[in-house]
């Protein structure tokens, strides 16, 4: 797993807070690792890659697949 995404936290906060993971056709597998205020909408991400021309090379409509919902680690207070 190599690459990170941001989503719209009004549909994905738990699926950030929780690390979840996804699937990309053509890209991999993915974490959810942030929210961005500028991703608005439930079917919409922001992949995160090092340079201007890694971007250029994935942008587009692609298919999704949820893989895992990480639980929570929730440390006694």
């Known amino acids: ?12 906060r738990q699926a950030v807070r929780e690390g979840w ?5 053509g890209i991999g597998v993915v974490r959810a690792d942030d929210t961005g205020s500028k991703i608005l909408g439930k079917f919409r991400c922001d992949v ?6 890694q971007a250029r090379a994935i942008t587009g409509k692609r298919k999704v697949w949820l893989l895992e ?4 680690i929730r440390h006694p207070k």
């Open 69 to 72: 919902k990480t639980q929570s």
């Open 1 to 12: 797993m190599g690459y990170s995404i941001a989503l719209d936290p009004v549909y994905w």
């Open 21 to 25: 993971k996804f699937y990309i056709e």
């Open 48 to 53: 995160a890659v090092a340079t201007r021309k």
